[in-house]
């Protein structure tokens, strides 16, 4: 026996709800949003949104935590390899481009926060956190002679990342290049000038 259909609007679960929420505080700045816009555009009362959330900051870290966890993973993954520093550092970059596409709204949400809240301020912590990695293998990278030594390895790294986070300004998935063939246009690019 099948159990008999449901009636009426179809709820939403706690992914589902996040999806609608990040796709508002990205269209509507997350201060320009409240929790009755969320249940407007989601159809359903403020407290049906409760009973999954306890608050509006509580859905904001969820949301860019999912970006922050992405690219921690791919800083982990990075730092189990062998090799050179360069060619850590290129993976690195591979890899953050590769959640950046797969995870652009949550990305293009983290890259807009500006520390108003408990969560922003945590986010932009893990955000410096995940920059020192970066420039710590620059660094090593120069130091074993594969980087120019005449750029700052912290401008180095701001410079590769902001190449990186531009992409949430134009790219579009489903629209010509593959997440691949986007990172593979970025290494390109960063590393042919990067390396000595």
């Not at 609608?20 to 407007?40: H, I, P, Q, W």
């Not at 969560?119 to 995940?130: G, I, T, V």
Request: neutral net charge; charged residues 30%.
């Amino acid at each position: 026996m099948t159990a008999p259909a449901r009636r009426g609007r179809p709820g939403y679960d706690l992914e589902s709800l996040l999806q609608v929420a990040v796709k508002l505080f990205n269209d509507r700045g997350y201060d320009g949003t409240s929790m009755e816009d969320l249940s407007r555009k989601l159809g359903i009362t403020k407290s049906a949104i409760y009973h999954h959330v306890p608050s509006k900051e509580e859905l904001l870290r969820l949301a860019v935590d999912r970006a922050l966890d992405g690219l921690f993973e791919v800083a982990e993954s990075t730092e189990a390899l062998d090799g050179r520093a360069i060619d850590r550092l290129e993976h690195l970059v591979r890899g953050s481009v590769l959640v950046l596409a797969d995870r652009l709204p949550f990305v293009t949400l983290l890259l807009r926060v500006r520390g108003n809240t408990k969560a922003e301020r945590a986010a932009l912590a893990r955000r410096r956190e995940f920059d020192h990695l970066v420039t710590d293998l620059v660094k090593q990278a120069e130091a074993e002679g594969d980087v120019r030594p005449d750029i700052d390895p912290a401008i180095a790294a701001r410079l590769l990342f902001g190449t990186v986070n531009s992409l949430i300004e134009w790219y579009r998935p489903r629209r010509g290049s593959s997440p691949e063939e986007l990172a593979d246009a970025v290494c390109k690019m960063a590393f042919d000038g990067l390396r000595a």
